[in-house]
């Protein structure tokens, strides 16, 4: 359980449960499923609002097809509880990608991304996709 007491006497107590944790498990082999949830607390810099606590919950899978190439999958669903008069969002997300292993140093990366944000007034949600991210990663 977390509490945090702000300077502003105006301003209510941010509080609720917290969760975090990580569930990494191998169904078959070459392939991971991962299940991650998580609480975090926010302050806000709006006019009367103390913050929110923010209930996140993600679920992936990897899939190796061949020693240097994996896809990967994952979606998630956040919730953003706000303590004033602001009303709560919830937001979905989904993303697909694939990694090209070069060798054990570099790799090729994509994903497609996509998000779509209730702000809770029915009139203001958000609907934003990110598509063709290509990315080189490098590690030693």
């Known amino acids: ?9 105006r301003l209510d107590t941010l509080e609720g449960f917290t969760i975090d944790g990580t569930l990494n498990w191998s169904p078959r082999r070459f392939t991971q499923v991962s299940a991650n949830v998580q609480t975090q607390a926010n302050t806000s810099s709006i006019a009367g609002e103390s913050g929110s606590l923010t209930y996140a919950a993600t679920l992936g899978v990897t899939r190796d097809l061949r020693e240097n190439l994996s896809l990967n999958a994952q979606v998630g669903l956040a919730l953003q509880d706000f303590t004033g008069p602001q009303p709560d969002e919830t937001t979905f997300q989904a993303s ?15 994903t497609v991304d996509y998000e779509f944000t ?3 007034t029915g ?18």
């Open 1 to 9: 359980y977390r509490i945090a007491r702000l300077d502003a006497p």
């Open 123 to 140: 009139q203001s949600d958000t609907t934003s996709t990110t598509t063709g991210l290509i990315g080189l990663r490098v590690q030693r």
């Open 118 to 120: 209730d702000e809770g």
């Open 96 to 110: 697909a990608g694939a990694e090209w292993r070069l060798n054990r140093n570099a790799a090729i990366f994509g």
